[in-house]
C-alpha cells in the first residue's frame, strides 16, 4: 500500500441518484497507468469525472494520497490532479500557450498573473510534449493530435502527481496515437505520476497499461495486469461481442465468418492464407483450411474464419491423422485454393496433402502463392 | 518526434510576444481613454445651445474662460448629470453584455436580448405607478432595487429555459419574447395612467438619458463602480470558465458561486442601467465584440475594464447623436444604439457560420 496514490473503495458512482457504477475497488500507484476498458456507454467517463471531483460519488470513496477526495480543498487537489477530458475546450483569440498557461491557475494570484517561474514551467511542459514550435499558433487552428498534446502540457503545468484522461487518443490517427501513448509513458517514468485513463483501442491499453479495470454490467468486472485480463476470451465477454470475434492473445479482431458448410479448402501456413480468407470473408465464401500448427500466423485468423480448420498443437508432429481429415475436407469442398508449396521437413503432410489435391483432376484447384 | 508540419510555423520569443501585447493592451486603453474625455467634452459643449470648449473647461475649473450664468446651469444641471449617466450606465452595458454572453457561453446574450432589460423596466413602472399614484417619490435606489427585483425575475425565466433549450439561438427568441411580453405590460400601465407625472415614463420607457439629476448619478456611480470592481476581481475564474465548465473546475474553480455570481452581477448592472435610462438596445451585445476584435484578445482582465470604457463611449457617442441630430427634437437612445448596434450583431453571426464551414 505505500506506493499507492490513489484509491477507491466501494465506490458507486452515478447521476441523481441512478447508479451507473456499483462496488468499484482499485488503486493506482505512483507512476502506474491504469486503463479502464469496457464498451461504450459502461460508465468509463462517469468514473474518471467523479475520480475528479467533478461528481459525487453516490457511496463508497475515494482516496487521493491517503485523504477521502471529499476533504481536499479545491486548490489544493488542483495542484495535485490534472485533467485531459473529451469535453471540448472553447478558446477564443488563445494561443496555445495562453492553453497551457491556463494550467497555473492553482498557483497563480488573484489576478491570475504569470510570475517567471509560472512561465519557465509553461515553456518547460510545452517542451516535454513537443508543442513548443507552435505555441504561437490559434488553438483552434491545429490538428487533433496538436490538440491533444497541448492539453496534456497544460495538464503537466499543474504539476500533478495523477493525470485523468478520457479517451485521449480516440479521434487521433495512429501515428498520433503512439506518439501520444508513448510520450505519456515515458512522462510517467520521469516524473513518478500516476495516470488513469480510459481507451478503447485494446491492442495499445493491453501495451501501455501497468493493470487495467475493466468496466462492465454495472461494476468493475476485473482488475488486473494485462496479461490476466487478455486470455480465455473475457474480452469478447465484456463487450458481449456476438458478430465477429477478437483474438486477444494476438489483438486479432476479425468480421462475422460466412455462415454454412465449407465450399473451398485453402491449403495454407506460414502467413500464406491470411490474404485469401479475408477474401472468401469478403465474397461471403465459407472455407476449410489446414494443416495449420497452432502457433502458425494464419491460425488466428484461420480461427475466427474458417468454417473447419485442421490443426494441432505446436511441438507434435503432423500425422496421417491431420492428413486424413484434410483429404476428406478437399473431397467435400467445391474448390482447393493452394497458397503455398514448399513446405520444412516439419510439416512433410502438408506436402503429401498438396500431391494429393494436384492428382484429383476432376478438380479445378488454383495455386494462389503470395501476390 | 518533432512534428515537420510544425516546422513552418513561426516561431517567436515567448516574453517578446508578451510584450507586443502589453503593448498593444495599452495603446488601445488609450485610445479608448481619450475618445472618452473627447466625447465627454463634446457632450458638454454641443447641444441647442452650443457652448465652446473653453467655456465648458472653465466651467469645471480647467483655465479661466468667462462663463455666462446660462451656460453655467446648462453644463451643470443638464448636461453633465446626463453625459455622466452615458458614461457610467454605458460602461454598465458593455460590461453586463459580457458577462451574460460569458455566462451563456452565446455570443448574442445582452440585458436587452435575454428581455432582463424589458422585465427590469415592467418592475420600475409598476412601483413608479404605484408610488406616483399614492404622491410618494421613489429614491434612486428604490428603482435600483425595484428594477432588480424585476431583472432577477426575467433571468430566473432565461435560465429556466436555458436548462430545456439547447439550442442558443432559442434561449435568444425566447428572451426577446419575454422582452415583448413585458414591453406591452409596460405600456399598458403608462398608457392607463392618466397621472401627469406618470407621462414623463413614456420617454423613459424607451430609453433616454435624459432627466437624470444628480442624486441619480451619485447611486448609479457607486453601483457601477463597486461593480467594475467585483468583475475585475473576478477576472480570473472568469478565464478559466470561458474555456469550459469541466476545465475550469479541473482548476479549483467553484464553477457553481462563479455562476450565482455572474448572474447576479450582470442583473445588478442591467437593473441599475434600466432604473436610470430605461431599456437601452444593442449596447451590450455589440460593445463586447468591438472591443474583442480592437484589443485582439478575450483575455477577461483586459476585456472587463475594456467592455465598460467601450461601453462608454459607444453610450456617449449615441447619446450626442441623439440630442443633436434633430435638435431640439430627442431621438430615443435605442434608436440610435440600434443603428450601429445591429449591425454588428449581423456581422458577428455571420463570421460565426463562416467559422463552422
Given amino acids: 500500500m505505500g506506493s499507492c496514490y490513489l484509491q477507491t473503495r466501494d465506490l458507486s458512482v452515478g447521476y441523481h441518484k441512478e447508479p451507473v457504477l456499483q462496488n468499484v475497488t482499485m488503486e493506482v500507484g505512483r507512476g502506474e497507468i491504469l486503463t479502464l476498458i469496457g464498451p461504450n456507454g459502461a460508465g468509463k467517463s462517469t468514473l474518471l469525472k467523479s475520480i475528479a471531483g467533478q461528481l459525487k460519488p453516490l457511496a463508497g470513496g475515494i482516496y487521493l494520497d491517503g485523504r477521502e477526495l471529499s476533504g481536499w480543498d479545491r486548490q489544493e487537489l488542483a495542484r495535485c490532479m490534472a485533467v485531459v477530458f473529451t469535453d471540448r475546450m472553447h478558446t477564443e483569440l488563445m494561443t496555445c500557450k495562453d492553453v497551457v498557461a491556463g494550467g497555473r491557475y492553482p498557483y497563480t494570484g488573484r489576478f491570475g498573473i504569470l510570475s517567471d517561474q509560472d512561465r519557465s514551467i509553461v515553456s518547460d511542459s510545452m517542451k516535454k510534449t513537443h508543442v513548443s514550435e507552435i505555441r504561437d499558433r490559434d488553438f483552434n487552428k491545429i490538428s487533433d493530435g496538436q490538440r491533444q498534446r497541448v492539453l496534456l502540457a497544460r495538464a503537466l503545468c499543474q504539476q500533478p502527481g495523477i493525470i485523468l484522461l478520457d479517451e485521449p487518443v480516440s479521434h487521433l490517427d495512429i501515428r498520433y496515437q503512439l506518439e501520444f501513448l508513448s510520450m505519456l509513458q515515458r512522462l510517467v517514468k520521469e516524473s513518478g505520476m500516476s495516470v488513469i485513463m480510459s481507451l478503447h483501442e485494446l491492442e495499445l491499453a493491453q501495451r501501455v497499461s501497468d493493470r487495467i479495470l475493466c468496466i462492465g454490467n454495472g461494476t468493475a468486472e476485473r482488475f488486473d495486469i494485462p496479461q490476466k485480463i487478455f486470455s480465455d476470451g473475457y474480452i469478447s465477454g465484456l463487450f458481449r461481442i456476438e458478430t465477429g470475434s477478437f483474438d486477444e492473445e494476438n489483438g486479432v479482431a476479425e468480421l462475422e465468418k460466412a455462415a454454412g458448410p465449407p465450399r473451398v479448402f485453402v491449403l495454407a501456413g506460414s502467413g500464406s492464407g491470411r490474404d485469401t480468407y479475408h477474401r472468401l470473408q469478403r465474397e461471403g465464401i465459407p472455407f476449410a483450411t489446414g494443416i495449420l500448427y497452432t502457433h502458425d500466423l494464419d491460425y488466428p485468423v484461420a480461427k475466427a474464419l474458417a468454417a473447419e480448420v485442421v490443426s494441432l498443437p505446436s511441438g507434435d508432429a503432423m500425422s496421417g491423422i491431420q492428413l486424413e481429415e484434410a483429404k476428406k475436407l478437399v473431397d467435400e469442398c467445391e474448390r482447393v485454393i493452394v497458397c503455398r508449396d514448399r513446405f520444412g521437413p516439419w510439416e512433410k503432410i502438408n506436402g503429401e496433402l498438396l500431391a494429393y489435391i494436384r492428382k484429383k483432376e476432376d478438380r479445378k484447384y488454383l495455386e494462389n502463392f503470395h501476390g | ?357
Wanted: net charge positive; hydrophobic share 55%.
Fill in chain 2, 1 to 357: 518526434m518533432q512534428d515537420r508540419k510544425d516546422k513552418t510555423a513561426p516561431v517567436n520569443k515567448g516574453g517578446k510576444n508578451s510584450d507586443n501585447r502589453i503593448t498593444r493592451d495599452i495603446i488601445c486603453f488609450v485610445i479608448l481613454g481619450v475618445l472618452v474625455l473627447a466625447l465627454l467634452v463634446c457632450n458638454l459643449g454641443l447641444g441647442s445651445v452650443k457652448i465652446p470648449v473653453r467655456a465648458v473647461l472653465g466651467s469645471i475649473g480647467i483655465g479661466s474662460a468667462e462663463v455666462s450664468d446660462t451656460a453655467r446651469g446648462i453644463l451643470w444641471q443638464i448636461r453633465m448629470p446626463r453625459a455622466l449617466a452615458a458614461f457610467l450606465l454605458g460602461g454598465a452595458l458593455g460590461l453586463a453584455g459580457y458577462l451574460l454572453q460569458t455566462f451563456f457561453h452565446n455570443p448574442i446574450a445582452g440585458p436587452f436580448v435575454l428581455g432582463i432589460s424589458s422585465g427590469a423596466k415592467l418592475a420600475v413602472a409598476l412601483v413608479m405607478v404605484f408610488f406616483l399614484g399614492g404622491g410618494i417619490r421613489v429614491s434612486s435606489w428604490g428603482m435600483i432595487l425595484a428594477a432588480l427585483a424585476g431583472s432577477l425575475f426575467v433571468m430566473g425565466f432565461v435560465l429556466v429555459m436555458s436548462r430545456h433549450v439547447s439550442n442558443m439561438a432559442m434561449l435568444i427568441v425566447s428572451g426577446v419574447m419575454i422582452g415583448y411580453i413585458c414591453s406591452a405590460i409596460t405600456d399598458l400601465v403608462v398608457t392607463f395612467a392618466q397621472d401627469a407625472d406618470i407621462v414623463n415614463l413614456h420617454n423613459w420607457s424607451k430609453g433616454s438619458f435624459s432627466g437624470i439629476t444628480w442624486e441619480n448619478v451619485a447611486v448609479m456611480a457607486a453601483v457601477t463602480v463597486v461593480s467594475l470592481a467585483w468583475a475585475v476581481c473576478m477576472a480570473k475564474p472568469v478565464g478559466a470558465y470561458l474555456m469550459g465548465e469541466v476545465y475550469a473546475a479541473s482548476v479549483g474553480v467553484s464553477v457553481r458561486r462563479l455562476r450565482v455570481l455572474l448572474v447576479l452581477l450582470s442583473s445588478i448592472l442591467a437593473a441599475c442601467i434600466t432604473a436610470f435610462a430605461g431599456p437601452v438596445s444593442f449596447v451590450g451585445i455589440a460593445v463586447p465584440h468591438l472591443v474583442k476584435k480592437l484589443f485582439g484578445t478575450a483575455e477577461p482582465l483586459v476585456m472587463i475594464p475594456a467592455c465598460f470604457m467601450g461601453g462608454s463611449v459607444f453610450c456617449l457617442f449615441c447619446d450626442l447623436l441623439a440630442r443633436t441630430l434633430f435638435a431640439p427634437t430627442e431621438l430615443s437612445i435605442s434608436t440610435v444604439t440600434a443603428v450601429f448596434g445591429a449591425p454588428v450583431v449581423i456581422v458577428i453571426m455571420l463570421n460565426r457560420r463562416k467559422e463552422r464551414g
